[in-house]
């Protein structure tokens, strides 16, 4: 009974999994949901409405829909408690919010908050939304964002804050340094998971910076073969360059040996590798001592060229090209070549690599000569490659095999093939001279070919083989010349192409005297057919008369064939022919010019030089497994391969222990309190140095569950051990400690020695005290207040009388007649000259507190009379001021307009109107002005409200600075706040004030010491803050 029950049980179960998988794939099958019907789930109350409408939502976008119109609704849903919920809004989030990023930005706040979710996925998505909203305004908070992420207790979470770096490096390049000390806290990271994304953030921000890398070296070598695949890629990657930077040339004297040695005949496929394994001291051994480290990485890298990543695996083996001995390089052909056998636009991206190594190392893939030959169903592309590989492989002893298969090439129907295939064995032939007769034979062999096509390139490459080896040639007998000679002059009869026609004749004049009696019979052949002939088969005619002419001074009969062509040519269309044949008659007949007709003889008979052997494809200057290698062009962002170093910098900086450094749960690492040794035992040695002991126990710990990799980070019951270092692999966010307030150079972070300029006036005069100013009394306000401050203004604490020296717990009220300058609405330029000013009144409006009070300035600046003059908006955001009926040549108007502001990052949109023409304006208003000065606190509340405000409401910088003085009235003049305090002696400066927008407080506090100032900007709107802060620093 007991077994029939867990039998139903168990099928309950898996027809409840079966449905919900049928339903769940139900929405991808949806030829076409409603999106009005969407809208109402989302809105409604019911969690189950909301979760079956963002099913529907991402199944649409997997379609490849676009939804972005029901951005709006599903924003509004990030407040959800619900985790599935929460995760499915997340992911439409991350997919729309680039292309969204006004409403993105409504919902910051929320984003900001779910960094402190329990749920690790929760918090990396946070974040990854956080980083997709590519404004410039928001980058102070995504660094907060990734500096906080970057000590999470989730492997999950420092992964996407390391991929979070390279998006802020690329909408701020001055935030390099700040990203800099993430990268660097992330790169002592001792989780694999972290590792691959923090060193692609390195590669992308900060590549030069060699030094992050000395204390982590070792660390990184020992656990590359344990990161995901593609971190590995970026790993080895960086790890090349390290080592071409750090590390002795292998190969100090440059061989030019080819470096060899014996294999036991295995199939390509085997899993014996034994040869391959080690023991390169045994084979490589010319007096060259290699550093413990330099072996430790090939070691390290040498088992992923059984990667079945080929990205791994081409990796790998370029590092083991550039970095390792010539004998131990060998090994990378047989990967490669495996990798050969991919799909073709794979197999193209390695045979690129391959046709470069063969160039200079062709003793890698010589024995796996099958694998390039040529099948019918490659494409062009990767048949061009494979003849260059032949060629480069092809030596005395295998030529034979090379040719045969290039016979085969030859028959098939491709024409553009067989005639790379025809180049391809003269080629051969020009870089082994070896092999040049065997060539030669096969080519002349070729010319009894059926095809026109091969026949006449034959011709041509046999051409250049006679150029190339004309000493060789004159040394064999005449009867082979001869026979060579006068088997192409008989295909002239036969052969049509033009090319192939001027290469016989060439060859006719150039070997004249070896056939004498040939020729001339040629000659007036082809004197018969000229004004049929091509334009280059007539220059070769009229050269080869010439030639004859030359070795047949005394012939009567070849010299009237000579004129008969010049006269031919002479009535030719062709310029240069009429112009070669009239130089060439006034040179070989009469006397018009004696001393070329001495001369004559070397100006056509001369030693022509052999031509150059031209690469298919010649991108060796790139460096191998790159996107320029493979274009063929510098690509953008390419950087060359460093040359190995002159003097070998000190190995000891491999030594120093890491100044960041954190374990797999975010925990000091024992490798901060010992130095490490590099030892030399195995790569998967038991006995591993001790900084990295602590982190295999409790790494190898972190995968007993793995149901909590996504799951809830509460800890478990379970020994103290586990209990001490985490729960499951996502933990819970670390909590952070309040930091003090008190001293001012508490936070090393953030105000560190080395942001001191060294040429602020304070470093240079080495004082030790602060400042020796005489006159440290606040600066006292004397403006009149205005009749609307008066009445906006809570009197209680104002003195009327002269300020104490003192700071005092009652803020100083600060009028609105601070001098500004007026800023400009309208230009004149644009409106037939009426140029409209504007000025923020600082004062309450009467259209409520949540509006702004702006004095307009109408300047008319032309001859012309202005009418009905208005500025109005678009809604109930703005209300107009009151027409202005007349505005009379170079005269002045004044109006008020009440504007009511939604952000200080986005601008109002409104129109400038008179009675002829209408222009559009928007008016961005500056942060400062949007604060009113009514009901802030007082200077006793701020070091509280401040604490209150800190973490992630306060933005935070330094700048050297001169005069104290300045501070209180350059603050004012971009900020519409009231004085706490004002102490110029203890450089302390404190102003408060109410956000117009959503009431809340706003503190600014300026804090001098040793010439350089902190501004801090603390507000519970991070953006408002952030933007204020820009704006004050500017000033400042």
């Not at 966010?733 to 008190?742: A, G, I, R, S, Y």
């Amino acid at each position: 009974a007991i077994t029939s029950f867990h039998a139903i049980a168990q099928h309950s179960k898996s027809k409840m999994a079966m449905n919900q998988s049928e339903s769940s794939t139900g929405f991808f099958q949806e030829s076409n949901p409603k999106l009005d019907e969407i809208k109402k789930s989302l809105e409604g109350d019911s969690i189950s409405n909301k979760l079956d409408g963002m099913k529907r939502l991402i199944a649409m976008i997997s379609k490849g829909r676009d939804v972005r119109t029901l951005f709006p609704n599903v924003v509004k849903n990030v407040i959800c408690d619900n985790l599935q919920v929460k995760r499915l809004v997340y992911m439409f989030l991350i997919h729309y919010a680039e292309f969204e990023q006004d409403l993105a930005l409504l919902s910051i706040n929320t984003f900001q908050k779910d960094l402190d979710n329990p749920s690790p996925l929760i918090r990396s998505q946070a974040l990854r939304v956080l980083s997709s909203i590519r404004l410039k305004v928001i980058t102070h908070i995504l660094i907060i964002s990734v500096k906080r992420c970057v000590g999470d207790n989730s492997p999950y979470v420092r992964k996407t804050a390391a991929h979070a770096i390279p998006k802020i490096y690329s909408l701020d390049h001055e935030k390099k340094e700040e990203l800099v000390d993430c990268i660097e806290t992330l790169i002592g990271d001792n989780t694999t998971l972290v590792l691959g994304s923090a060193l692609t953030a390195f590669s992308e921000v900060c590549p030069e910076r060699i030094d992050l890398l000395h204390p982590h070296f070792r660390k990184l070598c020992n656990m590359v073969a344990d990161t995901d695949e593609w971190g590995q890629i970026t790993m080895v990657n960086i790890l090349t360059r390290y080592a071409r930077c750090q590390f002795a040339n292998p190969n100090p004297n440059e061989r030019t040996k080819t470096v060899t040695r014996a294999k036991k005949k295995t199939s390509f496929y085997s899993d014996d590798d034994s040869d391959d394994s080690g023991d390169y001291d045994a084979e490589y051994d010319d007096g060259f001592e290699m550093d413990p480290d330099h072996r430790l990485l090939l070691r390290s890298v040498s088992p992923l060229l059984q990667s079945r990543n080929n990205g791994v695996v081409v990796a790998v083996a370029m590092m083991l090209y550039y970095c390792a001995p010539a004998a131990e390089a060998l090994k990378i052909g047989k990967p490669m070549v495996r990798l050969v056998r991919n799909p073709p636009q794979i197999a193209y991206l390695v045979l690129c690599n391959i046709a470069t190594i063969s160039r200079s190392r062709p003793e890698m893939f010589s024995a796996y000569l099958t694998e390039f030959f040529v099948y019918d169903n490659d494409p062009e592309y990767i048949r061009e490659l494979k003849l260059e590989i032949l060629i480069n492989v092809a030596t005395e002893s295998n030529i034979n095999r090379i040719l045969k298969e290039f016979t085969h090439y030859v028959k098939l129907e491709n024409k553009k093939f067989v005639s790379a295939t025809i180049q391809a064995i003269g080629t051969s032939a020009a870089r082994l001279p070896e092999v040049q007769e065997t060539c030669m034979q096969r080519l002349i062999s070729l010319l009894s070919n059926r095809s026109e096509v091969v026949v006449a390139e034959s011709v041509v490459v046999i051409k250049k083989l006679l150029q190339l080896g004309q000493e060789s040639l004159e040394g064999e007998e005449n009867t082979d010349q001869t026979r060579i000679v006068t088997h192409l002059a008989k295909l002239l009869d036969s052969i049509q192409v033009p090319n192939a026609r001027a290469s016989i004749i060439w060859i006719v004049g150039e070997y004249c005297t070896k056939i004498p009696l040939y020729a001339p019979d040629i000659l007036r052949k082809l004197a018969q057919s000229f004004k049929n002939e091509a334009k280059i088969t007539k220059l070769q005619i009229l050269t080869l008369a010439s030639k004859l002419v030359l070795a047949n001074p005394n012939d009567a009969t070849v010299s009237l064939i000579f004129q008969y062509v010049c006269n031919m040519a002479k009535f030719d269309m062709n310029y240069d022919l009429r112009d070669r044949a009239r130089v060439l008659r006034v040179i070989l007949i009469g006397n018009n010019a004696p001393t070329l007709k001495q001369k004559s003889l070397e100006l056509l008979c001369s030693t022509k030089p052999a031509p150059e052997i031209v690469q298919v494809r010649d991108a060796g200057n790139f460096a191998l497994n790159s996107l320029s290698h493979i274009v063929n062009h510098t690509a953008f962002g390419y950087q060359p391969l460093p040359e190995w170093p002159e003097e070998i910098p000190d190995p000891s900086v491999r030594n120093q222990v890491a100044r960041k450094q954190r374990n797999a749960y975010g925990m000091p690492s024992a490798a901060a309190a010992t130095t490490s040794t590099g030892g030399t035992s195995g790569f998967y040695s038991d006995e591993e140095s001790s900084e990295y002991s602590d982190f295999d126990e409790s790494y190898e710990d972190s995968y007993e569950d793995e149901d909590d990799f996504y799951g809830s980070s509460k800890p478990k019951a379970k020994s103290k051990a586990s209990n001490d270092s985490a729960a499951s692999f996502f933990g819970t966010p670390e909590v952070k400690k309040e930091k003090k307030v008190d001293s001012f150079f508490d936070d090393d972070d953030d105000f560190s020695d080395d942001d001191f300029s060294e040429e602020s006036p304070a470093m240079a005069s080495g004082a030790s005290a602060f400042f020796d100013v005489s006159n440290s009394s606040p600066l006292t306000p004397t403006a009149k207040p205005s009749t609307g401050d008066l009445l906006n203004t809570d009197l209680l604490g104002l003195s009327l009388d002269e300020p104490s020296t003192t700071p005092t717990a009652s803020p100083l009220r600060i009028s609105s007649d601070v001098e500004r300058s007026r800023l400009v609405l309208l230009k004149q330029v644009m409106s037939q000259g009426l140029q409209v000013e504007y000025l923020f009144l600082r004062r309450s409006s009467i259209q409520g507190p949540s509006f702004n009070p702006i004095q307009l300035y109408f300047i008319n600046n032309s001859d012309n009379t202005f009418r009905d003059v208005v500025v109005k908006g678009s809604n109930d955001s703005v209300v107009p001021n009151d027409i202005i009926n007349v505005i009379p040549p170079h005269s002045t108007a004044e109006a008020l307009l009440n504007v009511k502001f939604s952000s200080p990052t986005m601008p109002v949109k409104m129109t400038v109107a008179h009675q002829e023409n209408t222009y559009p304006v928007s008016l961005q208003p500056p942060p400062g002005e949007l604060i009113s000065q009514s009901g802030s606190i007082l200077g006793s509340e701020f070091a509280a409200m401040q604490k209150k405000l800190g973490g992630m409401q306060e933005v935070s910088g330094k700048f050297p600075i001169c005069d104290l003085n300045m501070i209180t009235s350059k603050v004012l003049e971009k900020a519409s706040v009231n004085v706490l305090k004002s102490d110029v002696g203890a450089g302390i400066f404190q102003f408060a004030g109410k956000c117009i927008l959503d009431g809340n407080d706003i503190l600014i506090s300026v804090e001098v010491r040793e010439g350089i100032a902190r501004l801090k900007v603390n507000c519970n709107n991070a953006i408002f803050a952030t933007t204020l802060h820009r704006e004050l620093k500017k000033t400042l």
